[in-house]
């Protein structure tokens, strides 16, 4: 299933950009209610298909326009038609669609104002499994690597989307907050007090935390030129000392194929989305697709319909497999008296973590501080736990 951040890159790929100072007019005119935007390569297997239906926007215009209440099917050469349900503005899904890799089949679009849209029939790709996904540590970084064959050398034509996740630890444990009271004639008061006082430790809500990255890198490769369907790829690259192997660190990689068609589609639109965008450089070629307006044909859509099962594979990597990766969080820490004066003058922008000096009857004398990111890590990313997670 295809992230829907990727949308953005038809309509990058549709219009012209200008970065110099002249000003520049593309010659490309879009309609006010933009042109159709199919995103998504349906999983012919088990699992949960996706489509995606949204329109052509100004780059001016940095909110997604969906295409909302459109019906959305697959017709098959034999007559058969599977539905497809929308569960998300524009996002159309179906569930095991277990495709008879014999037929072909189209999709077809009635939006809601009633334009038609049908693809050309496509067949189904044969997509083997994902072989594995290796890596090697080079003084500058980790470097991660796409291995995949078709014994059948029918594959050829290959995508790859890829997710990172990551686990963030907090430096520090506060047990400490503030708190603010007014004293007549002093005004507003601040001080440090314990967060549970039942049980004066950290709270685990704000200790582990996961952060993610989806790129919107294309990765595209092909074997039509090589005597075997076998690809080594070059995939992900993690500097040295970099955060997201300071913890625990996932890859999950998604593999989908193409028709020589659909193929030669996507490495135009990886050209298209890779150029600077000057006006002094080639400009975007016209992205034509296979789904096409029923009763205009001359109207752009924009997308290519194609089916593949959907191979995936992840892998976890631990910093104690990569000896001397030297991730530092670089987190400081200062004293500070338990007085308002103090917490007022020093404590500005600072979190609060845990007692220094303690008075006989329990009072906090003194506590350390710290920047908030290094005490509290749904800063820097969710504490929900992901499903996937060892």
């Not at 996706?50 to 215009?61: A, E, P, V």
Request: glycine fraction near 6%; charged fraction near 20%.
């Amino acid at each position: 299933m295809v992230q829907k951040k990727r949308l953005l890159f038809p309509v990058i790929c549709l219009l012209l950009l200008a970065a110099c100072k002249e000003k520049y007019d593309s010659p490309i005119q879009t309609p006010i209610t933009g042109y159709l935007v199919v995103d998504g390569i349906v999983n012919s297997g088990t699992g949960p298909a996706s489509i995606t239906l949204s329109r052509t926007t100004q780059f001016s215009n940095k909110k997604m326009v969906y295409e909302k209440n459109a019906q959305v099917t697959l017709q098959g050469s034999d007559s058969s038609v599977k539905n497809f349900t929308e569960k998300a503005n524009g996002v159309y899904s179906a569930t095991d669609l277990n495709l008879n890799p014999a037929l072909q089949y189209r999709l077809r679009i009635i939006t809601v104002n009633g334009a038609r849209y049908m693809s050309d029939f496509v067949v189904v790709k044969n997509n083997p499994p994902i072989d594995s996904i290796s890596w090697t540590y080079k003084p500058e970084g980790l470097q991660s690597y796409i291995h995949t064959h078709d014994p059948l050398n029918k594959s050829v034509y290959y995508q790859w989307y890829y997710e990172e996740t990551w686990q963030i630890v907090s430096t520090y444990y506060p047990t400490l907050k503030y708190q603010t009271k007014v004293v007549p004639g002093l005004g507003q008061q601040f001080s440090v007090v314990y967060k549970d006082s039942s049980t004066y430790g950290p709270d685990p809500s704000i200790v582990n935390c996961w952060q993610f990255h989806n790129p919107l890198d294309i990765y595209l490769a092909s074997t039509a030129k090589l005597s075997r369907d076998e690809i080594n790829l070059p995939l992900a690259f993690i500097p040295r000392s970099d955060i997201k192997l300071g913890v625990l660190y996932s890859i999950n990689l998604r593999q989908y194929t193409w028709t020589k068609e659909g193929y030669e589609f996507m490495e135009r639109m990886k050209k298209n989305t890779e150029s600077t965008g000057s006006v002094f450089d080639p400009q975007p070629s016209e992205l034509k697709g296979n789904i096409h307006n029923t009763a205009d044909a001359a109207e752009p859509v924009i997308g290519f319909f194609n089916i593949s099962p959907v191979r995936e594979k992840r892998i976890f990597i631990k910093p104690s497999e990569v000896p001397g990766w030297g991730y530092n969080p670089g987190c400081l820490d200062v004293e500070i008296e338990n007085i308002s004066d103090s917490i007022s003058k020093k404590a500005l922008g600072m979190l609060p973590v845990d007692p220094v000096k303690v008075a006989p009857f329990g009072a906090i004398v003194s506590f350390r501080a710290t920047s908030p990111e290094c005490a509290d890590c749904t800063l820097r990313g969710t504490n929900v736990k992901p499903s996937y997670w060892p």
